[in-house]
């Protein structure tokens, strides 16, 4: 996953209106912020923050328990605290009802990629360790973030180490590619999110690279880039 500036008019313009919808509005975002369940295994709970006792989701400690279970139990965060919703799937009436005209103009605007997940974090709000092997793709990341007190954390599980992306005060843009879990089982993307703070993240998901790369030229300068873009997605031995 990479981090760089966002840089188009157009969708700076409309994540600025979104976040003064939710940021500046002190009632939304308590409103927000109440609505706010912890998760666990898709069930509300109050007794414990994963399905691994004493284990915070976002920990270090939570991973390696998670990396001794079958890797497909993890696609999907089994554990959160927030509110997600998308354009096709409403978890909060609420929260997409806010949400929602502004996801519109942003895919109205780059051509319909795949939303797959708009997060309302709460203060201490947090996605646990997954991987979305199955919904694999090339993605990019919008992230709000007050403070920077927020973070995208990765894991390479072949060195054994730990990326932290922290957020900076205002919106963040990130990229990368989520490998298929099918054909790649060993290398899928493990990550997780915690902030002190409330924060919002905004997901997309594109099947094919040269969408994805249109989208990135559209979004942010891609010029100085210390790596090729060509050299993202599936392992030259990996099955298509």
Request: aromatic share 16%; with cysteine.
């Amino acid at each position: 996953m990479h981090q760089l500036s966002m840089t188009n008019t157009t969708i700076q313009k409309i994540l600025s209106n979104l976040t003064e919808a939710v940021f500046q509005n002190q009632e939304v975002l308590d409103e927000l912020e109440s609505r706010c369940v912890l998760h666990v295994d898709g069930h509300p709970r109050k007794d414990t923050e994963s399905e691994f006792p004493g284990l915070k989701g976002y920990s270090n400690e939570y991973l390696y328990k998670a990396l001794e279970c079958p890797t497909d139990q993890y696609c999907f965060p089994r554990c959160a605290y927030g509110l997600d919703t998308t354009l096709v799937r409403t978890k909060s009436i609420y929260w997409n009802k806010i949400a929602s005209p502004f996801l519109k103009r942003i895919v109205n605007y780059t051509g319909s990629p795949s939303n797959a997940l708009t997060m309302f974090y709460p203060k201490k709000g947090f996605i646990g360790w997954h991987h979305n092997g199955n919904a694999a793709g090339y993605n990019f990341l919008m992230t709000y973030s007050l403070d920077g007190d927020g973070y995208f954390k990765y894991y390479n599980q072949h060195t054994d180490e730990f990326t932290v992306l922290q957020d900076v005060p205002g919106w963040n843009f990130r990229f990368g590619y989520y490998p298929d879990i099918r054909y790649e089982k060993d290398n899928v993307f493990w990550h997780t999110a915690y902030t002190e703070r409330p924060r919002l993240t905004i997901g997309w998901v594109v099947k094919h690279r040269e969408i994805w790369k249109s989208l990135l030229e559209e979004c942010t300068d891609l010029e100085n880039l210390p790596f090729d873009l060509d050299s993202m997605g599936p392992r030259s031995d990996a099955k298509n």
